[in-house]
């Protein structure tokens, strides 16, 4: 059965940070590509940051692109978002993802259940 686990969210005033992290159970984790995504009130889910099954290529949206960083660890089958200069803008609830290949998050085999992230001004 597959499992993801996703915890780190939390309520943080404007400046602070956060670090989210993914555990995933029952699959081949090193072979996927994983990635987070978020989901503001009123608007669509977006894919905020993704990274390949050996964490060779790294991609960030514009809206998080200099504060924001992926990695994972295959042994842990773990991966996290360390969120730094956090914005108001940034609250959302955050979901992590597991792709159906080793490389891109546009076509997602697994989600996680959700974090809530809170920015505060």
């Known amino acids: 059965e597959v499992q993801l686990q996703a915890s780190g969210g939390g309520l943080v005033q404007a400046g602070g940070s956060l670090r989210l992290s993914c555990a995933a159970y029952?699959?081949?984790?090193?072979?996927?590509?994983v990635g987070w995504f978020r989901q503001a009130p009123g608007k669509e889910r977006e894919e905020i940051s993704c990274?390949?099954?050996?964490?060779?290529?790294?991609t960030y949206s514009d809206s998080v692109k200099g504060r924001f960083t992926i990695s994972r660890d295959n042994h842990k089958t773990t991966w996290y978002l360390q969120m730094n200069s956090l914005k108001p803008e940034d609250t959302a609830v955050y979901y992590c993802?597991?792709?159906?290949?080793?490389?891109?998050?546009?076509?997602?085999?697994?989600w996680g259940q959700g974090t809530q992230v809170t920015v505060s001004s």
């Open positions: 993802a597991v792709s159906r290949t080793f490389y891109g998050c546009d076509n997602i085999a697994y």
């Open positions: 029952g699959f081949v984790f090193e072979d996927r590509a």
């Open positions: 990274i390949t099954d050996s964490g060779a290529h790294i």
